[in-house]
Structures are given as structure tokens and as C-alpha cells.
């Protein structure tokens, strides 16, 4: 663990460090400046890999680094020397240092949790998650740290779609952590995810509870204690479906929230709305649907402060003129957005728009009702609910928030997610497109519940304790503790929980998508076996540079060039979206030595090497999920056997000419 503890480390100062250093020279400190530094990081990796690649120059920590000081000179200069210099002011009430203090222990248990329940779901620390999505995220990094591509517009091609597709994918996630160059990609993959989940994830929490919650510090220490209370992120979204790059966007979204409530509330200046701006943008740039996420979650907040804004310009002058005037531009806003709604349709992006509305997933629905519970009882990781003190205490909390009329946007965007999430999750049908813009994936809008949840449930968990003090004080008894003890005492029992039940639950379905005999155990796909990891590791002694290895793209072999360090022809499960060539190889490379069409397609893509495993031939234990054109070509002509690591063989192609590059 001790290479996972120094990869955190140096990525956390990676996600940290740039956009600290800009909000400090813009003159924002303190909560704010760390709570927002990896949304700000976010978007100046996008700007610099963007730039990049139009300039042909590789993205490596040299040239980010130099990029980074370009930058930080020129605001530094211009904040120097502009006649209109000033420091963006973001007000936040300064609160005692034992809640401080109590909030970063809070966190800190919580993180740790998380990295028990990793530490005991792997193998080993750079074994990889066997779920689709991750297969291609690592291969991804590889990619990137090998030729220096990182931009989301066909940066990765080879990986995401061919070469040349000019497919867009966001890569902000990747681009960082391919800046490491030292370490296994699948370890800096995993250090990685963790990241996001303990220190990225609460950091935004914590500053989203103290702008909600500005008079109540304690609101924010309690939130960051249950940061990892619920299954549904960063767990799931992170571990079980393995969207990394959305699992980022969601860890950045409460700062972007947080920031858009202090400049609409007027707390600071100007600059506070810069900062706004840089927070939502870097969320996006982390995964495009962030920004849907976004909209819908602070959208009962704006209408809210849109309605409180129009009654006080009525009342304030009474005149007819001045309600005409707000008719006219409230009818002229949703004029402009109904106009920019119809050009965006009809436009180039009608036809993304539409597949995106369109867009078919392949998850079975489920009723409304189940999704529902599903979310109030957390039972995504086991039948049985999860950590039913933070379900009841979020209702606790939901009722306080209505009765004494505070903060009830978050109330109703509590009941957005939930009602997003089971449209997603339901039938097909009209009402279900909305949720296109995630993908129709139930998955992903579950893990925007926890933004909501955790802020009532903290609310909860603060009246309940506040109630047992005022008993204790009506009883004619004197507190010889703190006021807020009762609260905290919830609060590491609601801890002691999560440690008992959640950890447990986290660490046997971790296991199912880590451990290949957990995954068979649960009737999963198998991508990766033992044998796959030891062949891996020897690849490099054998397949000289310049020259490919093919692979059954449903064999372990799919990872041939993040943990064999070789070039490879396939670098994600399936045959979808391949290049021609690579497409006839996947149909027919069991022809080699027979067909002319077979010889070029290798010679066009170099391939010298086959990564063949037994149990994906005709007949195997995994034969089931093998691709025929390429894993029943084991007896072939020209196939010359170099090395064995139990049902994995590595062999040379004789055929065609021999290997690319050898004499």
C-alpha cells in the first residue's frame, strides 16, 4: 500500500496545486480556494491538452508544468498591473477551530474506510477493475503517457472508436493521471479513484454544507463525516460501473453548486462569479454530462431566488410599469430559450440532440417504486437497507427544512434526483428521454443522490441532537458537555455503521469486479485471470518496439499495452466501431497463411505477436465470450509458440513474412 499512499500524494497535489495557485493570485483563500482548486485544475488541463494537441507538442508534466507557470505569470502580471486590480472577495463566516478540526477527522475516517474496503477487495494494488468501462480508461492512460495525445477531440481515438474517427471523450481524468511517470497503470488507475473518493469528493461536500448551512459550521463537520455513507457514490459509480472520468465530474459538482449559491446570494464581489464560472466549467470539462447534472440540480435554487426577485421589484415601486416590466422579461427569457432551444434543433447539434433523447440503453428497467426505495433505504449494494441511520435522519431532516422554511431547495432537489432516477430506471416512453443526457443509466443519476442526501441527513442528525440537549436542559438537568455532543455522538454512531455494515458490503461487491474468482463466482465475465497478469508482465521481453500484438479483444490480452507495455490491435472489449483492417482481423485472422487479405491487414497495423488463450478457444471454460475469428486460431499455419503462462500463449507470426521490424 505503501505505492498507493505515494501515487494519492502526488496526484493529490496534482488536482490541488495548479488551481490553488491560481485562486490565490485571483486572492481567494482558505475552504473556498481548496474546494475549488480541482474544478479549476479541470478546466486548464482541458484548455492546455486542447491547445496541445492542435500545436503537436506531447503532453508531459514538463510542458503542463511550463504552461502552469505560463499562466500563473500572466495573471500575477495582469493583477499587478491593471488599474482595476483587486482581489476576489468570498465571504465565509469564519467558524471555531474545534469544528474545524472535528470536520477534517470526520473526513479522514470516513476516507479511510474507503481505503480499507479497497485494500481488502484486490488481489493486489495494481490489479485492474474488470468492468468494461475501466478496461478502456486504462488503456486510455497508457495510451496518452506513450505518445503524448490527451485532447478530448480524438486524442485517443485508437482507444475510444480508430484511429483518425475524430471522436470526442473526456480525457481531463486521464490527462492528469498520465502526467505520473513512474508507477504501473493500474496502480496510479486505482491511487486514482480513491483520490476522487477521499479527498476531492468531501473537500466539495464540506463547502457545499457551510454555504447551505452558513450559520450552522457543525451541519458542514457532520456532512464530511458521511461522505462515504452512501453506496451510491463514490462506491458504485466509482467501483461498480467504473466511470471514472463522470465519477470526477460528480465529485466537483457540490463546489460548482456551492459557488453559484454564494454569487447569487451576493456574498463577495464580481470575482465571486468568476470563480462561479471557473468551478461549473471545470466540472464539464471532467464529463460533458456534469453540466446536465448541474442545471437540474440547481435549478430549484434559481427559480426560488428568480421568484423572490421579481416580488421585490413589484412590491418595492407598486407601479404597473415596473410589473410590465417583469412580465416583459420574464416572457423575453423564456422567449430567448425557447429560440435557442429551436436553432440548437434544427441546427448541427439537432441530430446529437436527438440521439442523445433518442439514445437506447441496454439495462433492464425497473419500476418507479423500486428505484425510489431503492434510494431512501440505500440498498444498492446488498437487498437488506444500508445505513438506516442516515435514511432516517435525511427524512428527520427534510421535515426541519420544511417546517422552519429554510434552505428548502435542497429539499427539492433531493426530490429532482429521486424523480430523475426512476425515469431513468423505468419503461421506455416519452418521460424517459429527459434522462437521455445521461444516458437513460440509472447508475449515473444515483449518484447524484448523495449531493442532496447527505446535506439533509446532517440537517437531521443536528435537530435530533439539538432536540436531546433542550430535554436534557428542560429536565432540570445541567449539561456538563458541549450542546452539539448528542449530535455527535449520531454522527460516529452513523461512522461505526458505515465501518460495520457499508465496509463489509463495499469489500464482497468490490471483490466481484477485482478478484477473478469472485467475478466467476457471480456468473461475470472474466477479462483478466492470473495467467493473463503473469504473460502480461513478460510481454515487453519478447514483442520488440514498433511492433503489435493481436488478442482476442475479450481476453486479457485487451490490456496488452497498459499492463504489457507492447503495442496492441484491440484496446477495449468487443468488435464495435473498429478500423477495417482491424475489423477483418477480428472475423478472420483464423485464416492466416491462407488468405492475402489477412497478410495485409497485419502488415498494415505491424502486427508481428498473437495473444492466444486456451480457455477462450472451441471447447474452453470461457470459450462463450471469445470472438471465433480470432480464438479458434491456435492450430494455424505460421504460428510459432515463444512463451506460456499456463492457458496464455504468446506466438510469433511466421506467416506473411515474419515480424514487422526483424530480419
Known sequence: MLGVAAAMGALTLLWLGPGYAVLRILGVR????????????????ACATTVFF????????????????????????????????????????????????????????????????FALSVPDVAAPNQVRDALVHLNAIEWIRTTGDASMFGGIDPVVAHAGAGAFYPTVWHAVVALIPMGSTGLLANSAVLVVAVVL?????VLLAR????????????????????????????TLSAQWPNALGTALLPAALAMTVLAVRGRGNRGTWMVAIGAVAGAACAHPNTIFSYVALILPFALVHAWRWINRVVQGSGGTCTRRRVVLTSGGSVLAV???GMVLWVGPLGRVLAGVLGYHQTIATRSYGYTVLR??????????????????????????????RQARWIVAMWLVTIVLA??????????????????????????????????????????????????????????????????????????????????????????GVYRPADIAARGGMVVVDQDDRRMLARLSQYVPDGTAVIADP?????????????????????????????????????????????????????????????ELAPGGVRSAQSTPGISDAAGSNGLDPVATEGSVTLYRISACGGTPGQD
Request: aromatic share 10%; with cysteine; net charge positive.
Open 30 to 45: 482558505g475552504l473556498v480556494a481548496w474546494a475549488c482548486a480541482p474544478g479549476i485544475t479541470a478546466g486548464l488541463v
Open 54 to 117: 492542435a500545436l503537436d507538442i506531447r503532453w508531459t508534466m514538463l510542458t503542463a508544468g511550463v504552461a502552469l507557470v505560463a499562466v500563473l505569470a500572466v495573471l500575477a502580471g495582469a493583477r499587478r498591473w491593471s488599474p482595476r486590480r483587486y482581489r476576489v472577495r468570498v465571504a465565509l463566516r469564519p467558524i471555531p477551530a474545534a469544528i474545524r478540526w472535528w470536520t477534517v477527522i470526520g473526513c479522514t475516517v470516513a476516507g479511510l474506510g474507503v481505503v480499507l474496503a
Open 201 to 205: 469528493w468531501p473537500l466539495t461536500m
Open 211 to 238: 454555504v447551505a448551512f452558513e450559520g450552522q459550521p457543525v451541519v458542514a463537520a457532520i456532512c464530511g463525516a458521511l461522505t462515504a455513507a452512501l453506496s451510491f457514490f463514490p462506491f458504485t459509480q466509482s
Open 338 to 340: 425557447a429560440c435557442v
Open 375 to 404: 434510494l431512501l433505504s440505500d440498498t444498492g449494494l446488498r437487498p437488506v437497507p444500508g445505513n438506516l441511520v442516515v435514511s432516517v435522519t435525511v427524512l428527520v431532516g427534510v421535515c426541519v427544512l420544511r417546517r422552519r
Open 422 to 511: 426512476a425515469l431513468a430506471g423505468g419503461p421506455e416512453g416519452p418521460q424517459r428521454a429527459i434522462t437521455g443526457f445521461w444516458y437513460k443509466h440509472v447508475f449515473r443519476l444515483e449518484a447524484l443522490y448523495p449531493i442532496s442526501t447527505l446535506l439533509l441527513a446532517a440537517i437531521g442528525i443536528m435537530a435530533v441532537g439539538q432536540w436531546w440537549s433542550r430535554r436534557r436542559l428542560s429536565g432540570g438537568r445541567r449539561p456538563r458537555r458541549s450542546r452539539w455532543w448528542p449530535a455527535g455522538a449520531i454522527s460516529v454512531f452513523a461512522i461505526m455503521v458505515f465501518l460495520a455494515v457499508q465496509v463489509p458490503a463495499m469489500v464482497s461487491r468490490g471483490s
Open 554 to 614: 475479450n481476453s486479457g490480452g485487451v490490456l496488452a499495452s497498459s499492463y504489457g507495455g507492447v503495442e496492441a490491435v484491440f484496446f477495449r472489449l468487443g468488435t464495435t466501431a473498429l478500423a477495417p483492417s482491424q475489423a477483418l482481423l477480428a472475423d478472420r485472422f483464423s485464416e492466416l497463411g491462407t488468405s492475402a487479405d489477412v497478410c495485409h491487414a497485419l502488415s498494415d497495423l505491424r502486427v508481428g505477436f498473437a495473444y492466444l488463450d486456451s
